[in-house]
């Protein structure tokens, strides 16, 4: 069976940093054709990918947030750790983690997030 | 950055009636090979997105057949054929082409 399940602080005060954890089984990120993703949805919101991780660790991350993220795997443990610096009220929501798989269609990869882990809401007050 | 933008946001349907969902992007998410960059996700009430289709118009596994993706380059469509009351939910598209990964704004489905 194939889960994910983040972890972290619930409350952060504004300016910290935050340090979520993705802890997964049932797959290696060292596997090729495989990679990890934060996404996140503010209370009542819609989605909003964050950053990605691939198995060789390639790393993509939104031109928005940039400069506030880091996204690290720790292939031993089955962990992908996402860090924001600045945090902010905005920044109040529900994280997700989520597997990026590759699948070949006609000799062409494509990608999917097809497992997500139950996510993790963190609130941004002081 | 590519903008995806959903209609309708809010969706009532009658237990086995039809519902379609349109998603459109602001550049084209069909390549040379042919396949489009698309994909459906479902949100269910308290739960994590679940993928429903992909590449436009794949169905991933186990999703029911009552679902379906169609369209191509920038307007798509999410079509159930009978709505049952488990599809209750809000369901985004997401363009996959590029990153960053952009989803719509979500269609919120509800049973009347």
């Known amino acids: 069976q194939i889960t994910l399940k983040e972890s972290g602080p619930t409350l952060v005060k504004p300016t910290q940093t935050l340090t979520l954890t993705c802890t997964f089984s049932g797959f290696s990120l060292s596997t090729s054709g495989v990679g990890v993703s934060w996404i996140r949805q503010p209370p009542g919101k819609a989605l909003e990918w964050l950053a990605l991780i691939y198995w060789d660790d390639d790393k993509r991350y939104s031109p928005s947030l940039k ?17 924001m610096t600045n945090m902010d009220p905005v920044d109040t929501a529900t994280y997700y983690c989520a597997r990026r798989r590759a699948i070949t269609v006609s000799s062409t990869a494509y990608w999917f997030f097809d ?5 993790s809401l963190v609130t941004v007050s002081s | 950055e590519i903008v995806m933008t959903q209609s309708p946001l ?8 039809p519902a379609s969902i349109s998603c459109r992007s602001s ?3 069909l390549l040379s ?15 994590s997105p679940q993928l429903l289709v992909y590449l436009g118009s794949n169905r991933a596994s186990g999703v029911p057949d009552r679902f379906s993706g169609s369209g191509s380059g920038t307007d798509f469509t999410l079509k159930i054929s009978r709505v049952e009351t488990e599809d209750v939910g809000i369901y985004y598209c997401m363009q996959a082409l590029q990153v960053p990964y952009i989803f719509g704004q979500g269609t919120k489905l509800e049973i009347e």
């Open chain 1, 67 to 83: 400069n506030r993220l880091t996204i690290t795997k720790d292939t031993s443990k089955n962990q992908v750790v996402l860090t």
């Open chain 2, 27 to 29: 550049q084209s998410l």
């Open chain 2, 10 to 17: 809010s969706l009532p349907v009658t237990p086995g009636e």
């Open chain 2, 33 to 47: 090979n042919g396949y489009n960059y698309l994909d459906w996700y479902l949100q269910r009430p308290g739960q």
């Open chain 1, 115 to 119: 497992l997500w882990g139950r996510g």
